[in-house]
């Protein structure tokens, strides 16, 4: 069973380069407060969001420059997006799926693979809690999406965005959920229950054939989701939603 370890307490009997820790060069120590398996793998439940190449994040445009936009991704970083990354252009909010192109000394972003994202809203949770949200094979955030009909799209950052075409209160409700409860067991089954009444339908996660099919999907229509980026887990910042100033 995983346990609860806090900042300082030892992970690992030897050095391992592992996000959220430090070594002494003897041992491995968690920098913030995580969950630990049994098999040595740390979850942390709490840090700041620490940005990587070729990560997906979401965002929103804060300020339009000359040559291109600074984009606010949740992070005290700066990330700007070329205009030569760009066949149209953006507008002041707009809201952006962008990939972390590169990442200079002082943590200033360039970023690319641009995709504007209409009609929906932005949801902010700790970006540690990511995995949880997208669960095993997809299978918790494709369960939210078939229960509210909404498209859904999350950033390693945290910024999860949301399709106003369907019950949008619904998912954020199951989202919220799941970042209250992600240190527990049994979330799945939970967050089940909790949709099946919600909807008065059986909800249940999608099977493991169905989570890969749906996650290969470009998200055309609705209750769909995709999965961006190849991290097994992000960071954090304090939670904020963007409901009314940038709905599309």
Do not use: W
Not at 8 to 31: I, W
Not at 60 to 87: C, K, Q, T
Request: glycine share 8%.
């Amino acid at each position: 069973m995983a346990k609860i370890v806090v900042p300082g307490v030892e992970v690992a009997q030897k050095p391992l380069r592992m996000a959220y820790t430090y070594t002494d060069g003897e041992g491995t120590f968690a920098t913030v407060i995580s969950l630990l398996s049994e098999e040595g793998k740390l979850i942390p439940l709490e840090g700041p969001y620490e940005p990587l190449q070729d990560d997906y994040v979401i965002g929103f445009v804060a300020e339009v420059r000359f040559g291109g936009y600074d984009i606010d991704i949740a992070s005290p970083y700066r990330a700007f997006l070329s205009s030569r990354e760009m066949r149209t252009k953006l507008s002041l909010g707009e809201i952006v799926m962008v990939r972390i192109n590169k990442i200079d000394e002082v943590r200033s972003m360039e970023l690319g693979d641009v995709r504007s994202l209409k009609d929906g809203i932005l949801h902010k949770i700790s970006p540690v809690k990511v995995p949880r949200l997208i669960g095993k094979k997809n299978s918790m955030i494709n369960m939210i999406a078939q229960a509210s009909g909404c498209r859904m799209l999350v950033g390693r950052n945290g910024l999860v965005f949301i399709s106003s075409d369907g019950n949008y209160n619904l998912a954020v409700q199951a989202i919220s959920m799941i970042e209250a409860l992600a240190h527990t067991q049994g979330l799945t089954d939970r967050v089940s229950h909790f949709l099946s009444e919600k909807t008065g339908k059986s909800i249940v996660p999608p099977s493991a054939d169905s989570n890969m099919n749906q996650a290969q999907t470009n998200g055309e229509g609705q209750g769909q989701q995709e999965q961006y980026g190849q991290r097994e887990y992000s960071n954090s910042r304090p939670q904020y939603r963007r409901h009314n100033n940038y709905q599309r």
